[in-house]
Protein backbone atom coordinates (compact mmCIF):
# COMPACT_ATOMS: atom_id res chain seq x y z
CA UNK A 1 0.00 0.00 0.00
CA UNK A 2 0.82 3.04 -0.87
CA UNK A 3 2.61 5.66 2.20
CA UNK A 4 3.53 8.66 -0.58
CA UNK A 5 3.39 11.79 1.80
CA UNK A 6 1.47 14.44 -0.03
CA UNK A 7 0.65 17.88 0.76
CA UNK A 8 -1.51 18.36 4.53
CA UNK A 9 -4.35 20.31 4.49
CA UNK A 10 -5.16 23.18 6.97
CA UNK A 11 -3.96 22.93 10.33
CA UNK A 12 -7.07 21.70 12.52
CA UNK A 13 -6.43 24.78 14.44
CA UNK A 14 -7.37 27.43 11.69
CA UNK A 15 -10.25 25.96 10.79
CA UNK A 16 -11.37 25.17 14.52
CA UNK A 17 -10.99 29.08 14.59
CA UNK A 18 -14.30 29.07 12.18
CA UNK A 19 -16.27 27.54 14.86
CA UNK A 20 -17.98 25.17 12.82
CA UNK A 21 -16.42 22.33 13.52
CA UNK A 22 -16.10 19.48 16.84
CA UNK A 23 -12.16 19.30 17.45
CA UNK A 24 -10.37 16.35 16.18
CA UNK A 25 -10.31 13.83 18.78
CA UNK A 26 -7.60 13.18 21.20
CA UNK A 27 -6.11 10.40 18.76
CA UNK A 28 -7.69 9.69 15.72
CA UNK A 29 -6.76 6.06 15.71
CA UNK A 30 -9.11 5.44 18.40
CA UNK A 31 -12.60 3.83 17.30
CA UNK A 32 -16.05 5.32 19.14
CA UNK A 33 -17.46 2.35 20.83
CA UNK A 34 -20.53 4.61 19.90
CA UNK A 35 -20.32 4.64 16.03
CA UNK A 36 -18.78 1.23 15.27
CA UNK A 37 -20.19 -2.03 15.99
CA UNK A 38 -19.86 -4.38 18.69
CA UNK A 39 -17.13 -6.73 17.31
CA UNK A 40 -14.59 -3.63 15.79
CA UNK A 41 -11.46 -3.47 16.72
CA UNK A 42 -8.20 -2.56 16.16
CA UNK A 43 -5.16 -4.75 16.53
CA UNK A 44 -1.61 -4.72 17.55
CA UNK A 45 -0.26 -3.65 14.18
CA UNK A 46 -2.84 -1.07 13.34
CA UNK A 47 -5.05 -2.63 11.08
CA UNK A 48 -9.20 -2.53 12.14
CA UNK A 49 -10.92 -5.86 12.37
CA UNK A 50 -14.11 -6.92 12.25
CA UNK A 51 -15.30 -10.44 13.83
CA UNK A 52 -12.10 -11.34 14.07
CA UNK A 53 -11.14 -10.46 10.09
CA UNK A 54 -8.78 -7.69 9.37
CA UNK A 55 -10.22 -5.08 6.55
CA UNK A 56 -7.05 -5.37 4.51
CA UNK A 57 -7.97 -9.15 4.12
CA UNK A 58 -11.78 -8.58 3.42
CA UNK A 59 -11.01 -5.58 0.65
CA UNK A 60 -8.94 -8.58 -1.28
CA UNK A 61 -11.11 -10.92 -0.85
CA UNK A 62 -14.55 -8.88 -1.38
CA UNK A 63 -13.18 -5.68 -3.20
CA UNK A 64 -14.36 -1.97 -2.37
CA UNK A 65 -16.37 -0.50 -1.88
CA UNK A 66 -18.55 -2.60 0.00
CA UNK A 67 -20.95 -2.93 3.33
CA UNK A 68 -19.68 -5.02 6.09
CA UNK A 69 -22.25 -5.93 8.74
CA UNK A 70 -21.44 -7.72 11.74
CA UNK A 71 -23.65 -10.70 12.24
CA UNK A 72 -23.33 -11.10 16.21
CA UNK A 73 -24.03 -7.29 16.54
CA UNK A 74 -27.08 -7.30 14.47
CA UNK A 75 -28.57 -10.50 16.91
CA UNK A 76 -27.40 -9.09 19.64
CA UNK A 77 -29.14 -5.64 18.86
CA UNK A 78 -32.34 -7.78 17.72
CA UNK A 79 -32.48 -9.14 21.00
CA UNK A 80 -31.66 -6.31 23.01
CA UNK A 81 -35.40 -5.30 21.42
CA UNK A 82 -37.12 -8.60 21.77
CA UNK A 83 -35.86 -8.64 25.42
CA UNK A 84 -36.39 -5.33 26.44
CA UNK A 85 -40.00 -5.83 25.03
CA UNK A 86 -41.17 -8.92 26.30
CA UNK A 87 -43.87 -11.19 26.05
CA UNK A 88 -46.75 -8.44 26.03
CA UNK A 89 -45.23 -6.51 23.19
CA UNK A 90 -43.95 -6.97 19.32
CA UNK A 91 -41.05 -5.92 17.77
CA UNK A 92 -41.12 -5.48 13.74
CA UNK A 93 -38.47 -4.92 12.25
CA UNK A 94 -38.45 -2.12 9.85
CA UNK A 95 -37.46 -3.39 6.27
CA UNK A 96 -37.14 -0.72 4.53
CA UNK A 97 -33.64 0.12 6.51
CA UNK A 98 -32.05 -2.60 4.76
CA UNK A 99 -33.54 -6.24 4.10
CA UNK A 100 -31.91 -9.42 2.65
CA UNK A 101 -32.46 -13.29 3.16
CA UNK A 102 -30.03 -13.81 5.51
CA UNK A 103 -31.30 -10.48 7.84
CA UNK A 104 -34.57 -12.23 7.54
CA UNK A 105 -33.67 -15.47 8.73
CA UNK A 106 -31.88 -13.56 11.59
CA UNK A 107 -34.70 -11.86 12.81
CA UNK A 108 -37.15 -14.84 12.54
CA UNK A 109 -34.15 -16.88 14.59
CA UNK A 110 -34.18 -13.73 17.27
CA UNK A 111 -38.05 -13.50 17.36
CA UNK A 112 -38.86 -10.55 15.72
CA UNK A 113 -41.03 -10.25 13.51
CA UNK A 114 -41.08 -7.95 10.35
CA UNK A 115 -42.44 -4.70 8.56
CA UNK A 116 -42.56 -4.50 5.04
CA UNK A 117 -43.88 -2.02 2.63
CA UNK A 118 -43.46 -3.29 -0.90
CA UNK A 119 -44.15 -6.55 -2.81
CA UNK A 120 -40.51 -6.68 -3.27
CA UNK A 121 -39.84 -6.69 0.85
CA UNK A 122 -42.57 -9.12 1.37
CA UNK A 123 -41.60 -11.38 -1.16
CA UNK A 124 -37.98 -11.47 0.31
CA UNK A 125 -39.57 -12.09 3.51
CA UNK A 126 -41.87 -15.41 2.54
CA UNK A 127 -38.79 -16.81 0.34
CA UNK A 128 -36.27 -16.87 3.41
CA UNK A 129 -39.06 -18.18 5.74
CA UNK A 130 -40.56 -15.80 7.69
CA UNK A 131 -43.80 -16.81 9.26
CA UNK A 132 -47.00 -14.47 7.06
CA UNK A 133 -48.48 -13.64 10.28
CA UNK A 134 -45.58 -11.95 11.74
CA UNK A 135 -45.33 -9.52 8.81
CA UNK A 136 -46.83 -6.86 8.81
CA UNK A 137 -47.71 -4.65 5.59
CA UNK A 138 -47.10 -0.46 4.91
CA UNK A 139 -47.21 1.85 2.85
CA UNK A 140 -49.07 4.98 1.73
CA UNK A 141 -49.86 3.79 -2.02
CA UNK A 142 -50.16 -0.15 -2.14
CA UNK A 143 -50.95 -1.72 -5.15
CA UNK A 144 -53.95 -3.65 -5.85
CA UNK A 145 -51.42 -6.95 -6.60
CA UNK A 146 -49.59 -5.43 -3.74
CA UNK A 147 -52.31 -5.98 -1.17
CA UNK A 148 -53.79 -9.27 -3.02
CA UNK A 149 -50.47 -10.75 -2.49
CA UNK A 150 -50.29 -9.91 1.59
CA UNK A 151 -54.10 -10.69 2.10
CA UNK A 152 -53.35 -14.15 0.36
CA UNK A 153 -50.05 -14.75 1.84
CA UNK A 154 -52.00 -14.06 5.29
CA UNK A 155 -49.91 -11.18 6.54
CA UNK A 156 -50.61 -10.88 10.43
CA UNK A 157 -51.78 -7.35 9.55
CA UNK A 158 -51.68 -4.34 7.38
CA UNK A 159 -51.54 -1.01 8.02
CA UNK A 160 -54.28 0.92 6.32
CA UNK A 161 -53.44 4.12 4.90
CA UNK A 162 -56.03 5.52 3.77
CA UNK A 163 -60.32 5.96 3.30
CA UNK A 164 -59.82 4.37 -0.37
CA UNK A 165 -57.76 1.91 0.86
CA UNK A 166 -59.98 0.71 3.46
CA UNK A 167 -62.55 -0.11 0.90
CA UNK A 168 -59.79 -1.94 -1.20
CA UNK A 169 -58.53 -4.32 0.87
CA UNK A 170 -61.44 -4.94 2.41
CA UNK A 171 -63.08 -6.02 -0.74
CA UNK A 172 -59.55 -7.91 -2.14
CA UNK A 173 -59.89 -10.26 1.66
CA UNK A 174 -63.64 -10.88 1.00
CA UNK A 175 -63.36 -12.08 -2.82
CA UNK A 176 -60.35 -14.13 -0.98
CA UNK A 177 -62.91 -14.90 1.48
CA UNK A 178 -60.51 -13.91 4.43
CA UNK A 179 -61.20 -11.38 7.35
CA UNK A 180 -57.73 -9.18 7.34
CA UNK A 181 -56.78 -8.46 10.17
CA UNK A 182 -55.67 -4.46 10.15
CA UNK A 183 -54.66 -0.84 11.84
CA UNK A 184 -55.61 2.13 10.84
CA UNK A 185 -52.69 4.37 10.44
CA UNK A 186 -53.15 7.64 12.39
CA UNK A 187 -51.77 11.69 12.17
CA UNK A 188 -51.39 12.59 15.47
CA UNK A 189 -49.98 15.86 14.68
CA UNK A 190 -46.57 15.43 16.20
CA UNK A 191 -43.11 15.44 13.67
CA UNK A 192 -40.33 14.24 15.88
CA UNK A 193 -36.65 14.78 14.60
CA UNK A 194 -33.56 14.31 16.25
CA UNK A 195 -33.51 16.40 19.05
CA UNK A 196 -37.14 18.34 19.45
CA UNK A 197 -40.51 17.57 17.88
CA UNK A 198 -43.21 20.04 16.91
CA UNK A 199 -46.33 19.31 18.53
CA UNK A 200 -48.73 21.34 15.45
CA UNK A 201 -49.50 21.50 12.05
CA UNK A 202 -47.86 17.82 10.70
CA UNK A 203 -50.82 17.03 9.10
CA UNK A 204 -49.80 18.27 6.08
CA UNK A 205 -48.23 15.00 4.85
CA UNK A 206 -48.65 11.71 2.98
CA UNK A 207 -49.08 9.34 5.23
CA UNK A 208 -51.64 8.28 7.10
CA UNK A 209 -55.42 9.31 8.22
CA UNK A 210 -55.57 12.29 10.58
CA UNK A 211 -56.08 12.55 14.24
CA UNK A 212 -57.26 15.93 14.71
CA UNK A 213 -59.97 16.47 12.38
CA UNK A 214 -61.91 13.55 13.49
CA UNK A 215 -61.18 12.24 10.19
CA UNK A 216 -59.58 9.02 11.87
CA UNK A 217 -62.35 8.42 13.72
CA UNK A 218 -64.53 8.42 10.40
CA UNK A 219 -61.67 5.63 9.33
CA UNK A 220 -62.62 3.16 12.67
CA UNK A 221 -66.42 3.54 12.04
CA UNK A 222 -65.53 2.50 8.31
CA UNK A 223 -63.41 0.06 8.67
CA UNK A 224 -65.62 -1.31 11.54
CA UNK A 225 -68.47 -1.96 9.57
CA UNK A 226 -66.72 -4.28 6.74
CA UNK A 227 -67.02 -7.62 6.77
CA UNK A 228 -63.20 -8.12 5.16
CA UNK A 229 -61.81 -6.76 8.17
CA UNK A 230 -60.79 -7.52 11.76
CA UNK A 231 -60.22 -3.86 12.88
CA UNK A 232 -57.00 -4.60 15.82
CA UNK A 233 -55.47 -1.25 16.30
CA UNK A 234 -54.07 2.18 15.91
CA UNK A 235 -50.53 2.94 14.34
CA UNK A 236 -48.72 6.07 14.90
CA UNK A 237 -44.99 6.73 13.29
CA UNK A 238 -43.95 9.97 14.13
CA UNK A 239 -40.54 10.37 12.46
CA UNK A 240 -36.92 9.03 12.42
CA UNK A 241 -33.37 9.61 14.01
CA UNK A 242 -35.25 10.55 17.49
CA UNK A 243 -33.48 10.98 20.27
CA UNK A 244 -36.39 12.65 22.79
CA UNK A 245 -39.27 10.43 24.46
CA UNK A 246 -41.17 13.12 24.09
CA UNK A 247 -42.83 12.88 21.15
CA UNK A 248 -43.90 9.72 21.85
CA UNK A 249 -45.30 10.51 24.72
CA UNK A 250 -47.78 13.23 22.84
CA UNK A 251 -48.39 9.93 20.28
CA UNK A 252 -49.72 7.70 22.81
CA UNK A 253 -51.69 9.74 24.57
CA UNK A 254 -53.71 10.93 21.44
CA UNK A 255 -53.59 7.22 20.14
CA UNK A 256 -54.99 6.27 23.23
CA UNK A 257 -57.86 9.39 23.37
CA UNK A 258 -58.72 7.83 19.85
CA UNK A 259 -59.17 4.31 21.94
CA UNK A 260 -61.57 5.86 24.36
CA UNK A 261 -63.30 7.62 21.82
CA UNK A 262 -63.92 4.00 19.97
CA UNK A 263 -64.93 2.28 23.38
CA UNK A 264 -67.53 5.01 24.11
CA UNK A 265 -69.19 5.16 20.62
CA UNK A 266 -68.50 1.77 19.59
CA UNK A 267 -68.22 -0.46 22.73
CA UNK A 268 -65.27 -1.90 21.30
CA UNK A 269 -61.99 -1.97 22.91
CA UNK A 270 -59.04 -2.13 20.35
CA UNK A 271 -56.47 -4.38 21.26
CA UNK A 272 -53.57 -3.33 19.52
CA UNK A 273 -51.54 0.18 19.55
CA UNK A 274 -48.24 0.34 17.57
CA UNK A 275 -46.05 3.73 18.03
CA UNK A 276 -43.93 2.89 15.14
CA UNK A 277 -40.16 3.13 14.32
CA UNK A 278 -37.60 6.17 14.66
CA UNK A 279 -35.41 5.92 17.55
CA UNK A 280 -32.39 7.41 16.72
CA UNK A 281 -28.33 6.18 17.13
CA UNK A 282 -24.71 7.64 16.99
CA UNK A 283 -23.53 8.98 13.62
CA UNK A 284 -21.00 10.50 15.42
CA UNK A 285 -19.57 10.73 19.10
CA UNK A 286 -21.91 13.73 19.68
CA UNK A 287 -24.84 11.66 19.25
CA UNK A 288 -25.88 9.67 22.62
CA UNK A 289 -28.86 7.00 21.57
CA UNK A 290 -31.42 5.57 24.45
CA UNK A 291 -31.06 1.67 25.19
CA UNK A 292 -33.79 -0.75 24.20
CA UNK A 293 -34.83 -1.40 27.63
CA UNK A 294 -35.19 2.37 28.36
CA UNK A 295 -37.36 2.86 25.50
CA UNK A 296 -39.15 0.09 26.40
CA UNK A 297 -39.52 1.14 29.70
CA UNK A 298 -40.54 4.68 29.03
CA UNK A 299 -43.23 4.10 26.13
CA UNK A 300 -44.59 0.86 28.01
CA UNK A 301 -45.34 3.86 31.29
CA UNK A 302 -46.60 6.48 28.74
CA UNK A 303 -49.29 3.95 27.38
CA UNK A 304 -50.14 2.15 30.62
CA UNK A 305 -50.40 5.84 32.45
CA UNK A 306 -52.90 7.05 29.60
CA UNK A 307 -54.98 3.84 29.74
CA UNK A 308 -55.20 3.98 33.16
CA UNK A 309 -56.50 7.45 33.02
CA UNK A 310 -58.80 6.63 30.33
CA UNK A 311 -60.24 3.56 31.95
CA UNK A 312 -59.21 1.54 29.26
CA UNK A 313 -57.57 -2.05 29.45
CA UNK A 314 -53.62 -1.83 28.27
CA UNK A 315 -53.30 -2.66 24.56
CA UNK A 316 -50.68 -4.89 23.17
CA UNK A 317 -48.00 -2.70 22.07
CA UNK A 318 -46.13 -3.34 19.07
CA UNK A 319 -42.78 -1.09 17.80
CA UNK A 320 -40.71 -0.96 14.15
CA UNK A 321 -37.29 -0.04 14.68
CA UNK A 322 -35.43 -0.19 11.77
CA UNK A 323 -32.24 2.28 12.22
CA UNK A 324 -31.55 1.58 15.74
CA UNK A 325 -31.04 -2.63 14.59
CA UNK A 326 -28.93 -2.39 11.66
CA UNK A 327 -27.44 0.85 11.17
CA UNK A 328 -24.60 0.77 13.95
CA UNK A 329 -24.01 -3.10 13.23
CA UNK A 330 -22.69 -1.92 9.57
CA UNK A 331 -19.61 0.01 7.79
CA UNK A 332 -19.31 0.73 4.81
CA UNK A 333 -14.95 0.47 3.63
CA UNK A 334 -13.82 2.56 0.95
CA UNK A 335 -10.17 2.67 -0.68
CA UNK A 336 -8.62 6.30 -1.24
CA UNK A 337 -7.80 7.92 -4.59
CA UNK A 338 -7.24 11.14 -5.42
CA UNK A 339 -6.54 13.26 -2.62
CA UNK A 340 -6.96 17.10 -2.91
CA UNK A 341 -5.86 19.47 -0.85
CA UNK A 342 -7.42 23.24 -1.38
CA UNK A 343 -5.58 25.41 0.83
CA UNK A 344 -7.14 27.30 3.86
CA UNK A 345 -10.25 25.06 3.35
CA UNK A 346 -9.88 21.53 3.62
CA UNK A 347 -8.91 18.51 2.35
CA UNK A 348 -10.70 16.38 -0.32
CA UNK A 349 -10.11 12.98 -0.14
CA UNK A 350 -12.16 10.66 -3.10
CA UNK A 351 -12.92 7.42 -2.94
CA UNK A 352 -14.19 4.40 -4.82
CA UNK A 353 -18.01 4.50 -3.78
CA UNK A 354 -19.75 8.17 -2.69
CA UNK A 355 -23.44 9.02 -3.10
CA UNK A 356 -24.79 5.71 -5.26
CA UNK A 357 -23.73 3.86 -2.07
CA UNK A 358 -24.87 6.51 0.40
CA UNK A 359 -26.95 9.13 -0.46
CA UNK A 360 -28.18 10.42 3.13
CA UNK A 361 -25.45 13.39 3.42
CA UNK A 362 -26.55 14.75 0.16
CA UNK A 363 -30.14 14.16 0.61
CA UNK A 364 -30.58 14.72 4.45
CA UNK A 365 -27.49 16.79 5.13
CA UNK A 366 -26.25 13.12 7.63
CA UNK A 367 -23.27 13.67 9.95
CA UNK A 368 -21.36 10.73 9.43
CA UNK A 369 -17.64 9.60 11.19
CA UNK A 370 -15.09 8.21 9.87
CA UNK A 371 -11.48 6.32 10.31
CA UNK A 372 -8.33 5.24 8.63
CA UNK A 373 -8.67 1.28 9.09
CA UNK A 374 -5.71 -0.45 6.95
CA UNK A 375 -3.08 1.15 9.53
CA UNK A 376 -2.80 3.60 12.20
CA UNK A 377 -1.42 6.95 11.89
CA UNK A 378 0.74 9.30 14.46
CA UNK A 379 0.16 12.73 11.77
CA UNK A 380 -1.35 15.30 12.61
CA UNK A 381 -5.19 15.92 11.60
CA UNK A 382 -6.46 17.11 8.78
CA UNK A 383 -9.75 18.38 7.70
CA UNK A 384 -11.24 16.66 5.48
CA UNK A 385 -14.16 16.16 3.65
CA UNK A 386 -14.80 12.46 1.87
CA UNK A 387 -16.30 12.72 -1.57
CA UNK A 388 -17.13 10.08 -3.99
CA UNK A 389 -16.50 9.42 -7.49
CA UNK A 390 -19.78 10.20 -9.61
CA UNK A 391 -20.39 13.98 -11.56
CA UNK A 392 -21.67 15.98 -9.18
CA UNK A 393 -20.70 18.31 -6.21
CA UNK A 394 -22.67 17.11 -4.17
CA UNK A 395 -21.73 13.49 -4.06
CA UNK A 396 -20.16 13.63 -0.13
CA UNK A 397 -19.84 11.14 1.99
CA UNK A 398 -19.00 13.04 5.10
CA UNK A 399 -18.85 16.69 5.45
CA UNK A 400 -16.47 17.19 7.89
CA UNK A 401 -14.47 14.71 9.73
CA UNK A 402 -10.79 14.50 10.54
CA UNK A 403 -8.15 12.18 9.25
CA UNK A 404 -4.42 11.59 9.70
CA UNK A 405 -2.48 14.45 7.33
CA UNK A 406 -0.38 11.22 5.34
CA UNK A 407 -3.51 9.96 4.14
CA UNK A 408 -2.75 8.15 0.78
CA UNK A 409 -4.40 7.11 -1.98
CA UNK A 410 -4.81 3.26 -1.70
CA UNK A 411 -5.40 3.52 2.09
CA UNK A 412 -8.47 1.90 3.38
CA UNK A 413 -10.99 4.31 5.01
CA UNK A 414 -14.25 2.94 6.81
CA UNK A 415 -17.82 5.19 7.54
CA UNK A 416 -19.61 3.51 9.90
CA UNK A 417 -23.36 3.41 11.40
CA UNK A 418 -23.95 2.39 7.25
CA UNK A 419 -25.81 -0.35 7.99
CA UNK A 420 -29.70 1.43 7.76
CA UNK A 421 -30.77 3.48 4.52
CA UNK A 422 -27.38 3.18 2.84
CA UNK A 423 -27.38 -0.35 0.72
CA UNK A 424 -31.57 -0.07 0.76
CA UNK A 425 -31.32 3.71 -1.09
CA UNK A 426 -28.32 2.88 -3.14
CA UNK A 427 -28.43 2.99 -6.86
CA UNK A 428 -26.42 2.78 -10.07
CA UNK A 429 -26.18 6.59 -10.58
CA UNK A 430 -23.22 6.89 -13.21
CA UNK A 431 -23.79 3.03 -13.86
CA UNK A 432 -22.45 2.38 -10.56
CA UNK A 433 -22.54 -1.50 -9.95
CA UNK A 434 -24.26 -1.41 -6.39
CA UNK A 435 -21.69 -2.46 -3.90
CA UNK A 436 -21.56 -6.10 -2.02
CA UNK A 437 -23.11 -6.91 1.65
CA UNK A 438 -21.28 -9.12 3.62
CA UNK A 439 -21.78 -10.80 7.36
CA UNK A 440 -18.97 -11.13 9.08
CA UNK A 441 -18.97 -13.44 12.17
CA UNK A 442 -16.54 -14.83 14.53
CA UNK A 443 -13.80 -15.26 11.98
CA UNK A 444 -15.91 -16.07 8.82
CA UNK A 445 -17.11 -13.89 6.32
CA UNK A 446 -19.92 -14.69 3.40
CA UNK A 447 -21.72 -12.19 1.22
CA UNK A 448 -25.00 -12.61 1.43
CA UNK A 449 -25.72 -10.04 -1.16
CA UNK A 450 -23.47 -9.96 -4.04
CA UNK A 451 -21.98 -7.42 -5.90
CA UNK A 452 -23.42 -5.67 -9.35
CA UNK A 453 -21.55 -6.82 -12.23
CA UNK A 454 -21.89 -4.21 -15.54
CA UNK A 455 -23.49 -7.66 -16.79
CA UNK A 456 -26.47 -6.92 -14.23
CA UNK A 457 -26.55 -3.52 -15.34
CA UNK A 458 -26.61 -4.54 -19.32
CA UNK A 459 -29.15 -7.01 -18.43
CA UNK A 460 -31.59 -4.49 -18.03
CA UNK A 461 -30.42 -2.82 -20.83
CA UNK A 462 -33.12 -4.52 -24.04
CA UNK A 463 -32.85 -1.97 -26.38
N1 LIG B 1 -42.31 2.31 10.72
C1 LIG B 1 -42.75 3.11 9.75
C2 LIG B 1 -44.18 3.16 9.46
C3 LIG B 1 -41.85 3.89 9.02
O1 LIG B 1 -42.31 4.70 8.06
C4 LIG B 1 -40.48 3.82 9.31
C5 LIG B 1 -39.50 4.62 8.56
C6 LIG B 1 -40.05 2.94 10.33
C7 LIG B 1 -41.00 2.21 11.02
C8 LIG B 1 -38.61 2.77 10.68
O2 LIG B 1 -38.00 3.94 11.10
P1 LIG B 1 -36.52 3.88 11.76
O3 LIG B 1 -36.62 3.18 13.08
O4 LIG B 1 -35.65 3.11 10.82
O5 LIG B 1 -36.13 5.31 11.86
N2 LIG B 1 -34.51 7.24 4.64
C9 LIG B 1 -34.54 7.97 5.88
C10 LIG B 1 -35.46 7.33 6.87
C11 LIG B 1 -36.85 7.15 6.34
C12 LIG B 1 -37.70 6.44 7.33
C13 LIG B 1 -38.99 6.09 6.74
N3 LIG B 1 -39.83 5.36 7.61
C14 LIG B 1 -33.12 8.08 6.43
O6 LIG B 1 -32.20 7.58 5.79
O7 LIG B 1 -32.89 8.68 7.47
Not at 119 to 144: C, Q, V, W, Y
Amino acid sequence: MSRSAHPAGPRHADVFSEGHYSAPPADLNDLDPKVWSHTVRRTEDGVVTVGGLEVTALAEEFGTPAYFVDEADFRERARAWRTAFGHDADVFYAGKAFLSRAVVRWLHEEGLNLDVCSGGELATALSAGMPADRIAFHGNNKSTAEIHAAVEAGVGRIVLDSFQEIVRVAHIAQSLGRRQRVQIRVTVGVEAHTHEFIATAHEDQKFGIALADGQAAEAVRRALTLDGLELVGIHSHIGSQIFDMAGFEVAARRVVGLLAAVRDEHGVELPEIDLGGGLGIAYTSDDDPREPHEIAKALGEIVTRECEAARLSTPRISVEPGRAIVGPTAFTLYEVGTIKPLEGLRTYVSVDGGMSDNIRTALYDAEYSVALVSRTSDAEPMLARVVGKHCESGDIVVKDAFLPADLAPGDLIAVPATGAYCRSMASNYNHAPRPPVVAVKDGAARVIVRRETEDDLLRLDVG
